[in-house]
């Protein structure tokens, strides 16, 4: 079964900074998505950036960029020049050939003035 | 262009009850699928519905059960609740049942006592 596995429960920087959000996955097939989802106070779920994994190059959108590592099982969220509307829960998550989506546990990110 | 709506906002029941909870899919979708988010977990996979049936199940017990009409808008019913399914339960709309672009809604914050 596949397994996404969030190991930073909670995270701080200051505005303007650059965070990165760490996320890995098990799986046994060879080709799947990736997807980092965020999730603000106001709990609507918003879809930040997504790699498709027979994409070598990583995936970016402004300032979300990931880094992607087939190899190692690794999908981590880079976000730079954070302001404070990133405040947000972020979850990494995994679809494969069933096509359903599995979330991590998530990451709380606060960004502060 | 409208979004996925849900309703109601907030629920509150009494355990051995049954609730029904709404989502109308964003315009041109096809498919619904449900998530339960527990407070500080991720969200997990219900079900899916595309096109009126039943396209997959996650690891729920059959009190839980759904329908999607032919607007494609769906309902969730649970049936003799638990405490434990109090959660914020997510519908996610998309086009076809390859889901990589799920759009969700903002929830139903349902609380059994």
């Known amino acids: 079964a596949q397994t996404v596995t969030q190991s930073q429960p909670e995270m701080s920087v200051q505005e303007a900074e650059t965070v990165t959000l760490s996320c890995t996955y098990d799986?046994?097939?060879?080709?799947?998505?990736l997807f980092w989802y965020k999730q603000p106070p106001s709990r609507q779920m918003i879809l930040v950036i997504r790699?498709?994994?027979?994409?070598?190059q990583n995936a970016t959108e402004n300032r979300f960029s990931v880094n992607f590592q087939k190899a190692a099982k690794s999908f981590s969220l880079k976000i730079s020049d954070s302001q404070l509307g990133d405040t947000a829960m972020y979850f990494c998550?995994?679809?494969?050939?069933?096509?359903?989506?599995?979330f991590g546990k998530g990451t709380r990110l606060h960004i502060l003035p | 262009e409208t979004g996925v709506t849900q309703s109601p906002t907030h629920l509150i029941k009494t355990r051995g009850q049954q609730v029904t909870l709404r989502c109308s899919s964003q315009?041109?979708?096809?498919?619904v699928s449900w998530y339960q988010q527990a407070l500080g977990q991720g969200p997990q996979f219900i079900f899916q519905?595309?096109?009126?049936?039943?396209?997959g199940r996650g690891n729920f017990p059959p009190r839980f059960s759904g329908l999607q009409f032919p607007n494609y808008s769906s309902e969730l019913n649970v049936n003799a609740l638990e405490l434990d399914d109090s959660a914020l339960y997510l519908c996610?709309?998309?086009?076809?049942?390859?889901?990589?672009?799920?759009?969700f809604g903002p929830g139903t914050r349902l609380t059994v006592t």
């Open positions: 996610a709309s998309s086009s076809g049942t390859t889901s990589y672009e799920q759009y």
């Open positions: 799986t046994s097939e060879n080709n799947y998505y």
């Open positions: 790699q498709e994994a027979y994409k070598q």
């Open positions: 998550a995994f679809m494969g050939r069933d096509d359903k989506i599995i």
């Open positions: 315009s041109g979708h096809n498919t």
């Open positions: 519905y595309y096109r009126e049936e039943e396209n």
